[in-house]
């Protein structure tokens, strides 16, 4: 059973625009997440993260918002680029856990289209 | 620092073959990552090593997996015998506490 689930397995949008990929998870023992952002070929890169102890953190183009009472974070790319082009793991790691010891979404396929 | 480094990029191997898969991690970071990607079940964590030591493995799918870290800059993913299921991307990661950081992969196709 997904404890974290990214329910939608792509996504395109048009360049200029707004994307927003969306994850929802189970475990309310969760207290970190992240986006990784990962190019074929190439392992995944970490993009941005959250702490459970707020609800946004912004860094550039790209925001996270955490609403803890709906197990519910998404990810906001404000303006979409053709080089946002790759596929997003959404992961969480459980209070206590190791901070690599993380539970990973299926990914989304974002296009960005020019 | 040339990141995480993993060998082969590619592997292709028939049923019933031993396959290892081979991690460098970067240096100094003291605790070592295995994930596995597949379309059906994303991004799966196998087993980890804090100071080269295996911490939990709960994720080794079976006996046919094994993975050692004999020193704090080598481990090895082995699958003895392979079986084609076990097709798709083999990732290595590694962490000194702070952010985690993945190598290339690892491609295996099993025939």
């Known amino acids: 059973d997904q404890q974290v689930k990214q329910n939608s397995p792509s996504l395109s949008v048009q360049e200029g625009r707004i994307s927003i990929l969306n994850c929802d998870y189970t475990n309310s023992m969760f207290d970190y997440f992240l986006w990784y952002k990962k190019y074929p070929a190439e392992g995944p890169t970490f993009l941005i993260s959250?702490?459970?102890?707020?609800d946004k953190n912004e860094d550039g183009r790209f925001t996270v918002f955490l609403n803890k009472s709906a197990k519910h974070l998404s990810l906001h790319i404000v303006p979409s680029q053709p080089g946002d082009s790759a596929v997003y793991f959404c992961?969480?790691?459980?209070?206590?856990?190791?901070?690599?010891?993380?539970?990973f979404g299926k990914g989304t396929k974002l296009s960005v289209k020019p | 620092d040339a990141g995480v480094i993993q060998s082969p990029r590619h592997e292709v191997t028939e049923m019933g073959q031993e396959v290892t898969l081979r991690c460098k991690p970067i240096?100094?970071?003291?605790?070592l990552f295995w994930y596995r990607q597949t379309m059906m079940r994303g991004l799966e964590l196998l087993i980890y090593f804090n100071n080269n030591v295996p911490i939990d493995d709960s994720g080794m799918p079976e006996d046919r997996f094994s993975a050692k870290m004999p020193n704090a800059s080598f481990s090895t993913l082995k699958i003895q015998p392979s079986e084609p299921r076990d097709s798709a991307v083999y990732f290595c990661a590694s962490t000194s506490g702070g952010g985690l950081f993945f190598g290339s992969g690892t491609q295996l196709s099993v025939l």
């Open positions: 240096s100094g970071h003291n605790s």
């Open positions: 992961a969480a790691k459980a209070v206590g856990g190791s901070q690599g010891n993380l539970i």
């Open positions: 959250i702490s459970s102890i707020k």
